[in-house]
């Protein structure tokens, strides 16, 4: 069973940066893409970012592009966000999630992860 923490997040004012960590337990972990969701109060939860089992890819939704970059070190099982820029519409609860296929990198949709973690928040205002 995959375990998924996340840590990190927080208030933070406009222009800011965060840093969000994903510690992944009871699994390999660099067979899995890993993934960063988010969902703000009344709207869905959403794709933001995902990054290869090796690290040599990276993926990221339109709204983040040049602001935010996933990273991940194999050897700590951990899985990054590092966050730049934030704007108040970046306020949400954002989950690290892993990939349902070994060594698969397509999809990201939330029916491509298996497993998700708790969710941390993040709020971003003045």
């Known amino acids: 069973q995959v375990q998924l923490v996340e840590s990190g997040g927080g208030l933070v004012q406009p222009g800011g940066s965060l840093r969000l960590s994903c510690a992944a337990s009871?699994?390999?972990?660099?067979?899995?893409?890993m993934g960063w969701f988010r969902q703000a109060p009344g709207k869905e939860r959403e794709f933001v970012a995902a990054?290869?089992?090796?690290?040599?890819?990276?993926i990221y939704t339109d709204s983040v592009k040049g602001r935010f970059t996933i990273s991940r070190d194999n050897a700590k099982n951990t899985v990054y966000l590092q966050m730049n820029s934030l704007k108040p519409e970046d306020t949400a609860i954002y989950y690290c999630?892993?990939?349902?296929?070994?060594?698969?990198?397509?999809?990201?949709?939330?029916?491509?992860?298996?497993?998700w973690g708790q969710g941390t928040q993040v709020t971003v205002s003045s």
């Open positions: 999630a892993s990939g349902r296929r070994q060594y698969s990198f397509s999809g990201n949709g939330e029916a491509d992860f298996g497993s």
């Open positions: 009871g699994t390999i972990f660099n067979i899995w893409t």
């Open positions: 990054i290869s089992w090796s690290g040599t890819r990276t």
